[in-house]
């Protein structure tokens, strides 16, 4: 699971929508490394490309109970179902053309979207997955529901059921998701209480279900049906979470659930966009995968490993580049650096603190300039033996030789050292931990 995936070959499905009832279209093909989850609606003038990601997800108060992506007037709804069985078989990258305004809701559940991808294959691509890796905890409540997200190294959601229907009741399941063997959970379908139904037909909704795609339970039981497996009430919220949370990506992750529903789901997913963000502007790499293939590197090469930007860039260029080996960086000193403002304003010094950074970030180009940490961030873990010998002023150039001392597949070490006319300014031994 490391490698993205895409489809081997193209599909369709058709079908009506679980709520609008209205007929709809979609053709997945198979998509570059890279590209991610995109919908194109083809039924307006231009087409519209829509994003399978947390960016589009629409408001919960304009389309209640399903998940919606899009902006402006065209949106997609309720794809929870289809981005389930994406999650589940590990697909990254996929262009999926849809004609209407919803996904069919074919029988309810994940298990056509499942066995037509598994018809069609998959394909492993060359770039690694952008894996959501969960370190610390995370967690989100409304009410008497709750989600907990907990570090683990696998996808892994654990959920208990409390619903107000003695036919449904409570309940606890606990599965791993994108494993070698598929629980049968992509199976469950979409349920109500009987009592439900007229209430959500005046709100405009469940025009497209009946009681083969929606299990209808009453005081006596299911109506007209009966379950595939004991838990599938319980299973179905298991997949309408997977689903909403494929919109984040691939996540790693022990996810507990207590009768979470859709509108818990989508404000966890801005919190996963503020925790991803976060992640990786605390990296030194980014995850475009590039590699020079030359000892010297300009800004705009540099920018393409390293993701700071202005006023935090600290590296103009590179002018020696031995791939795992060295690297020499250069910083010009001016008087307009946004830190003389306020450090020492009337007697201008650099910050010792940037100092690090500086060598941090040409240790950084070092390490992920090998073709073996294509597509890894570097995480700055740690600054030893740290020694600052002389203050560097407006004027200063700084030369910044970094060197590797230790290099493996997840951590990197190396010494670094800055000069100004020749003479040592700063050094330190830096490590990292390569993802």
């Not at 960016?55 to 179902?81: A, C, K, M, W």
């Not at 339970?217 to 004991?230: A, E, H, M, T, W």
């Not at 500086?358 to 570097?378: D, F, I, S, T, W």
Request: hydrophobic share 40%; glycine share 10%; charged share 25%.
């Amino acid at each position: 699971m490391n490698k993205q995936k895409t489809i081997k070959s193209k599909f369709h499905l058709e079908g009506k929508g679980l709520h609008t009832g209205e007929e709809a279209k979609v053709e997945f093909l198979p998509a570059s490394a890279g590209s991610g989850i995109v919908f194109i609606k083809q039924d307006v003038n231009p087409p519209a490309l829509i994003k399978g990601d947390f960016y589009s997800v629409g408001e919960l108060d304009r389309f209640p109970r399903r998940t919606s992506i899009g902006s402006g007037e065209n949106y997609i709804q309720t794809v929870e179902h289809l981005m389930a069985s994406l999650s589940i078989l590990g697909v990254d990258n996929v262009q999926i053309n849809i004609w209407g305004n919803e996904v069919p809701g074919l029988d309810g559940s994940s298990k056509e979207f499942v066995e037509k991808i598994k018809e069609a294959g998959l394909a492993e691509q060359e770039s690694s997955r952008d894996t959501i890796v969960v370190k610390e905890p995370l967690w989100i409540e409304e009410g008497a529901s709750s989600i907990v997200l907990l570090p683990s190294n696998q996808f892994r959601v654990s959920y208990g059921l409390d619903y107000n229907s003695s036919k449904i009741g409570s309940g606890f399941a606990d599965i791993i998701v994108g494993g070698d063997k598929i629980d049968d959970f992509y199976q469950a379908r979409t349920f109500c209480l009987k009592d439900e139904v007229d209430k959500l037909l005046k709100m405009g909704l469940g025009k497209g279900a009946n009681y083969k795609n929606t299990l209808v339970v009453s005081d006596q039981g299911i109506v007209n049906n009966q379950l595939r497996f004991p838990d599938e009430f319980i299973k179905h919220k298991i997949l309408d979470l997977v689903g909403d949370l494929y919109l984040a990506g691939p996540l790693k992750a022990h996810v507990v659930a207590v009768r979470s529903g859709h509108s818990l789901n989508i404000r966890l997913l801005e919190k996963l966009r503020r925790y991803k963000q976060k992640r990786k502007s605390a990296a030194v790499g980014s995850s475009c995968g590039y590699t020079p293939d030359k000892g010297e590197l300009n800004t705009e090469e540099v920018m393409k490993i390293l993701p700071h930007r202005y006023p935090f860039l600290l590296v103009d260029k590179v002018v020696e580049l031995d791939r795992g080996k060295r690297a020499v960086g250069i910083k010009s000193v001016t008087m307009n650096e946004y830190f003389f403002q306020g450090h020492f304003p009337g007697k201008p010094v650099m910050p010792g603190v940037l100092l690090v950074e500086a060598m941090a970030q040409v240790g950084g180009v070092l390490m992920l300039a090998c073709p073996e940490h294509r597509g890894k961030l570097a995480y700055f873990m740690a600054a030893e033996k740290v020694k600052f010998r002389k203050t560097v002023l407006p004027g200063d150039q700084l030369v910044m030789e970094v060197l590797t001392k230790k290099i493996r597949s997840r951590t990197g070490k190396v010494t670094a050292n800055a000069r100004v006319s020749g003479k040592v300014v700063a050094e330190a031994e830096l490590m990292f931990s390569l993802v």
